[in-house]
């Protein structure tokens, strides 16, 4: 998709001002070679991290996977990206938001000046649920902790939760995430701007003007830390 179609794309949806200035991009930092497996909390990076839970069998998520979806983009990204869980698609290729919410999550990016492989992008959950459906407590409660763990590692500057699953799990509300999205909140004390899912904004392109303003709050908050 050429800039002139992405911008006459998102300004069929409301979306104004999306030749402003953006952050500057990092290049992409390729993660160090894959290390044995191991216990995935003591992992020194991502790579050794993923190598750990490929054959994770922590909930009851594992039977019907097809491989465990760890995570994409930089390993020093300062966005990190979080959904609640991977589809069909990401199940599939490995890769969480490669599908129709991914191309979307995509051009979301282009409109502020980032590419995929600038941010890191990742879910609650590794492995598919069942029918998608919202991953269920225990088996969130069994894949958050190594979430925090590849928090901790990338230490992003901010995080931007995608969907109520992703917001409610790393924040702790269980309020509709149209009363707090695009304010800005903690967890464990780091940043967290929560937006719509994209696969939301797919189903109701009217609210893709309240996921662009939240884009804005996000390139504002990028601006003191460009390169």
């Known amino acids: ?8 794309y998102l300004r069929d949806f409301g979306w104004r001002d999306v030749g402003a200035e953006a952050p500057a991009r990092r290049p992409r930092v390729e993660p ?3 290390a044995p497996a191991g216990d995935p909390m003591a992992a020194p990076d991502l790579a050794a991290m993923a190598a750990a839970l490929r054959g994770c069998p922590r909930c009851r998520l594992c039977k019907g996977r097809t491989q465990v979806v760890f995570g994409v983009g930089s390993a020093r990204a300062r966005v990190m990206f979080v959904g609640e869980a991977p589809g ?5 290729i490995g890769e969480p938001f490669v599908g ?3 191309q979307l999550l995509n051009s979301m990016l282009r409109a502020i000046g980032l590419k995929r492989e600038d ?21 969130a409660g069994a894949c ?4 925090w763990r590849q928090i901790e590692l990338i230490d992003p500057v901010v995080i931007v939760t995608l969907g109520k699953v992703a917001a409610s799990r790393l924040v702790g509300t269980k309020a509709p995430i149209s009363s707090y999205r ?5 967890a464990r004390g780091r940043a967290v701007l929560p937006t719509f899912h994209p696969a939301y904004l797919l189903r ?4 893709k003007a309240q996921a662009w303003a939240d884009l804005k709050l996000l390139r504002r908050a990028l601006e003191p830390v460009r390169e």
């Open 204 to 207: 109701s392109p009217s609210a």
């Open 119 to 139: 941010v890191y992008i990742a879910n609650v959950v590794k492995c598919r649920p069942p029918g998608n459906r919202d991953p269920e407590d225990d088996e």
């Open 144 to 147: 958050l902790p190594f979430l």
């Open 1 to 8: 998709m050429s800039r002139r179609e992405l911008l006459t």
């Open 100 to 102: 129709r919410a991914g």
């Open 32 to 34: 160090a070679a894959e």
């Open 88 to 92: 069909a698609d990401e199940d599939r």
């Open 182 to 186: 695009g304010r800005w909140l903690k």
